[in-house]
């Protein structure tokens, strides 16, 4: 009992009324972050001549090419992503647990890596074709265009349709499908009418996962040679001064309007999905019978194209570094602490930012609260080149001398960074303010604390460690971002990242060797972070 | 720390003081005068007054949702009134001026326990001790781990201590400053059945051990009567009755706090002269409870516990008059359904070995060695007395 009582004044402060300067400071932040989207929508707008720059024919093959490579590659990751978690979970797959996280792990080779690495193994004088060569096959299927964009992708963004549709299988009650089947339903006819209703909104918010993941990369279509809207933009940036930039801000907005259709399709076709309290998952798994050794192939079959060609390829490099056709290391200490330099300083600017923004969200149920919170996951949905587009252009109009000597440039990409990332801080450290019943800091206040005190002594350090997973999470993904921080680094700024790029742009592979294996390490703890998190169960 | 600051507050239940509890004697340590709390157009709390004496324990008993946590909040600080006053030893607190928590010397026991989990036993009870030395803070925790049985518990973490010793723990935390009033919100709820009795007991008796003047929030009635002093009986919103637990049972004031404190029937009647004329016969009038002469020749109902009428087999030479229609057997106790040949119908508690037949007639009578309440028909309280 008392429960009444308290939902009527738990979420309310002493008088109702929201505390002046959280209230103030949580809108600050949310205008910050939701300025380069305005910035970006204010130059486009102003373009000469948006609207023919819109109907364009270079615009318009952009827009067709971007749709088909956000199709296909969405489409490549249903196919691949739910029969495996199918395999996985419901079936008397061999080596289940070992697949469970097999099947995950693609997620941990940042998709340009893996388009690198595809090219040099399968591309024109690549080492297939080296290989081949002698066989007298002098020609291979081109890799570049869109077929093998959608490949690459698909192989490395499935992985978020994997683990939503095993999440959903998991937590649905099998009993559902038994009394599917008592009720006179065969095994197909039960997945369709009862299971596929219930997965369905895992399913799609992991499709719009890749499907957001595939229109805002932009290292895997420049690196494969494909015209779509982020690899324009990045080319034409250059000469932002000059025509290129209208033609850019106009490009970026279309990005974004996409974006929001992306954003608003996933929220039609979710629905309400029900998961049960406490799953019943005690049903027999399905026999595959001789299918078994079929199923192991193809799944087998995914993992080696994902995880083994980029493993193989780039240890060849590592191996063959010092040869006149992949170059020296060329490794410095530099890149290192430049990348982690940029990710702390992004890693704790987001999570001083991230705790006002969920502790006002968490504990004061107002409409404001949550429109500061949400504010802050647009620039998720903003993709990392338009981003460093807007903060071009700002630093250029505004910046002045200390545009031109640089030195606005690093703040500058930190401030992206946290735009892009700060969701992922503010969302584990609203969880873990959640988490902390409110009594606690009015016990504190019955004791003789401030309200100020009371937040030292009580709520900080028991939000803490959501607070610092977060931000863990923002440094490991910061370290792996390729656009924002080759549009904004200053002259003569090297991260690993912009070394593996420029060993791309340059053609000695051998200097993309090391920053590569390091950038996969980050991956891989970001990536168990983030199960660990989310309580990834392989069973 | 002594115990001659309580009040001997039990020892009234007979006389004019009932129903009068601000002139009792003993200091009001809190006053609520005419406090309302609105959210939006809700009204929670609805004109509330309210005195709270030195050293008593008086409970706010009522059901879900009739206002009794959010009083108890506005006590402690952590809300606003929207009206009316709050005095804490007559200083006001809420209204004309408001103190944060932080100040009112007030302690809380929440109904969660609210333990900060980051910390250790020790430092739970340590936590309102910041203005205090080291040593003699490191005195006063080892006095209230004593005090509430834990010696050995102070270095465990609250996830480590089992419910009992965790509400001792807060108990312990909450009275470490010394609290001029302690606040105690639906403490026994997170308890085990078992456990919760238990604690009952103990609870007070360490309240009165520190002397310290409470006030605690139930909705269970069987914990109001026996840890309290007094209690006020709360109904959406509003005050119905304050009392000590005998004066709340036995003469309510509302037919809602007849029925909210245990079983209550209610016998429809008919005063004439000297008796009231029911369907298990006359009773004197003598035998029901500040009955004025102005009611003579009115229907009244007056009110049974189970415990008060009696149904037996009639003997040969009596007439029965109702039929048991529903027998629940409560192991020691069997409580029979009665429909009264008058077409009331009654609740008789019977010790287990006593047994009436179902679906036979009975012959139903009047077995109580004390006052009975009544209410005129039709109304949902009792007129005041001319010594209220």
Known sequence: MATTDLTAVLDRDEDGALPVGLTLLSGAIAAAVLSPLVWVAANALEADGAVSLITAPTTVEVFINSGLLVAGVTLGSLVLGVPTAYLTVRTDLPFKRGFSVLLAMPLVIPSYIGAFAFVSAFGPRGTLQGLLEPVGIETLPSIYGLSGTVLVLTLYTYPYVFLTTRAALKSMDTTLVDAARTLGHGRREAFRKVTVPQIRPAVAAGALLVALYALSDFGTPSIMRYNVFTSVIYSVYGDILGGGRDLAAVLSLQLVVVTSIILAIESRVRGSGVTAESPNTRTTPLRLGRWRWVAVAACLAVVVAALAVPLAVLTSWLAGAGQPTTGQLGFELSYVTNSVGVAAAAALVSALAALPLAYFAARHDSRLASLFERASYVGYAVPGVVMGLALVYFGATYGGDLYRNGLILLPLLVFAYVVRFLPQAVGSSRTSVEQVSGRLPEAARTLGRSPIGAFRDVTLPLVAPGVAAGAALVFLTTMKELPATLMLRPAGFSTLVTRVWTAYESGYVGQAALPAFVLLFVSALSMLLILRMEGYDVE | ?388
């Open chain 2, 1 to 388: 720390m002594s115990s001659e600051l309580r009040a001997p507050a039990r020892d009234d239940r007979d006389g004019a003081e009932r129903g009068k509890p601000d002139d009792a004697d003993g200091e009001p340590v809190l006053e609520l005068d005419g406090v309302t709390k609105r959210y939006g157009d809700a009204t929670v709390i609805d004109d509330l007054s309210l005195s709270v004496r030195e050293g008593e324990l008086l409970t706010l008993l009522g059901p879900s949702g009739c206002g009794k946590t959010t009083t108890l909040r506005l006590i402690a600080g952590l809300e606003r009134p929207s009206g009316g006053e709050i005095r804490l030893n007559g200083r006001p607190v809420s209204g004309s001026a408001f103190e944060p928590p932080e100040v009112r010397d007030v302690g809380v026991v929440f109904q969660e326990f609210a333990l900060f989990p980051h910390l250790t036993a020790r430092e739970n009870i340590a936590f309102g001790l910041d203005d205090m030395d080291e040593a003699a803070r490191t005195d006063r925790v080892d006095d209230l781990l004593e005090l509430v049985g834990l010696v050995d518990h102070g270095e465990k973490q609250p996830g480590e201590l089992s419910g009992g010793q965790q509400q001792r723990v807060a108990l312990a935390r909450s009275l470490a400053p010394e609290p001029h009033l302690l606040l105690l919100d639906e403490p026994f709820s997170n308890l085990d059945v078992d456990l919760r009795v238990e604690m009952r007991e103990e609870v007070r008796s360490i309240l009165q051990e520190a002397g310290v003047t409470a006030v605690s929030v139930t909705h269970d009635q069987e914990e109001a009567m026996s840890i309290s002093d007094r209690i006020a009986v709360m109904y959406e919103g509003q005050l119905e009755q304050v009392d000590t637990p005998e004066g709340v049972f036995q003469q309510p004031r509302s037919r809602f706090v007849a029925s909210f404190l245990g079983h209550a029937s209610f016998l429809s009647g008919r005063v004439e002269g000297d008796v009231v004329e029911t369907g298990v016969g006359d009773i004197p009038t003598t035998s029901i409870n500040g009955l004025a002469p102005e009611y003579d020749g009115t229907d009244i109902d007056v009110m049974v516990r189970p415990d008060d009428v009696v149904a037996r087999r009639p003997a040969p030479d009596e007439l029965a008059n109702g039929e048991v229609i529903h027998r629940r057997y409560l192991g020691p106790t069997v409580l029979y359904r009665v429909r009264l040949d008058s077409g009331d119908v009654v609740g008789c508690m019977h010790n287990h070995a006593e047994e009436v037949p179902l679906d036979e007639p009975v012959s139903v009578s009047l077995d109580a060695d004390h006052d009975l309440a009544w209410f005129p028909r039709g109304s949902q309280g009792r007129p005041r007395r001319a010594d209220d």
